[in-house]
């Protein structure tokens, strides 16, 4: 295995014809993991560097399509679409993966963590996982993306949001409002969702994460209605750790997780 800490290239865009999968690693484990990335092309490398983790154990590994979304270095990528379309397309991966009874594990980075929420209450939901997903980081700021909108149709953040020097995305820069909007409705859905989970959680949160607050993640964790769950806090990266300082022992934590689950799901 692997342990480097290089950054895994960016996903590529190889994709089932007429599905929604875009990256797919084949695995002959029992369980299978879809991973929902960030909504934002410029984070793919950290999410592709979990999924080679799990693979090289064996677990096929899917990672819904977002290419009809619009990807840009000024956006998030969600291009008008609602919560509920974007719900849309990881359950179909969802659907596709279990077909013949098997089960998945969900992993989520930032919004792609609410996302996985909305959808981990299935019963072919295993376990969950969360990677510095917010749940009142956005819908805190709401009052400063109104105004925004009313003036200049666009929210600017500005600031390093990643510790490392290397990280392929360091700044947030500005989203358009409308995306905006979808990013507050895509929070409010999993974190009212996240007292449905049941399956067995592994949560990620930074202590120097800028962008949601320390209280956020607390928060979140608390309302996941599972009766197992864990809580781990990284200590060397900002918002977006999966591309952070903390990558590996990331990715390394994760596979550790998700080869517990199977164990206990396969008894």
């Not at 990335?37 to 590994?61: C, H, M, Q, S």
């Not at 909007?181 to 929070?187: D, F, G, L, Q, Y």
């Not at 990620?204 to 607390?218: G, I, W, Y």
Request: aromatic share 6%; glycine share 8%.
């Amino acid at each position: 295995m692997d342990t480097s800490d290089e950054v895994a290239t960016p996903l590529g865009d190889e994709s089932h014809a007429g599905s929604r999968i875009g990256l797919d690693l084949v695995g002959d484990r029992d369980i299978a993991v879809v991973v929902i990335r960030e909504l934002d092309a410029k984070t793919n490398a950290g999410v592709e560097l979990i999924a080679r983790r799990l693979n090289d154990d064996g677990f096929r590994v899917v990672a819904p399509d977002f290419t009809t979304l619009r990807d840009s270095n000024e956006s998030a990528a969600l291009a008008g679409r609602s919560a509920l379309d974007l719900r849309t397309i990881v359950e179909a991966v969802i659907d596709e993966v279990c077909v013949g009874g098997r089960r998945v594990i969900l992993v989520g980075a930032g919004l792609g963590g609410c996302l996985a929420l909305t959808c981990s209450a299935r019963s072919d939901v295993a376990g969950l996982i969360t990677i510095c997903t917010p749940s009142t980081a956005m819908s805190r700021r709401q009052p400063k993306a109104r105004l925004a909108s009313w003036l200049t149709r666009t929210v600017r953040f500005i600031g390093a949001d990643t510790n490392a020097p290397d990280a392929y995305e360091p700044i947030f820069e500005r989203i358009g409002y409308d995306d905006y909007s979808t990013a507050v409705e895509i929070e409010t859905a999993g974190f009212v969702a996240a007292s449905r989970t049941t399956a067995a959680t592994l949560s990620f949160a930074a202590k120097r994460d800028h962008v949601v607050p320390l209280e956020n993640a607390q928060r979140l964790f608390e309302q996941i209605g599972s009766g197992t769950k864990e809580l781990v806090w990284l200590h060397r990266s900002f918002h977006r750790a999966w591309i952070d300082h903390d990558r590996i022992a990331i990715a390394n934590r994760i596979a550790v997780f998700v080869s517990a689950v199977e164990s206990t799901s396969s008894r």
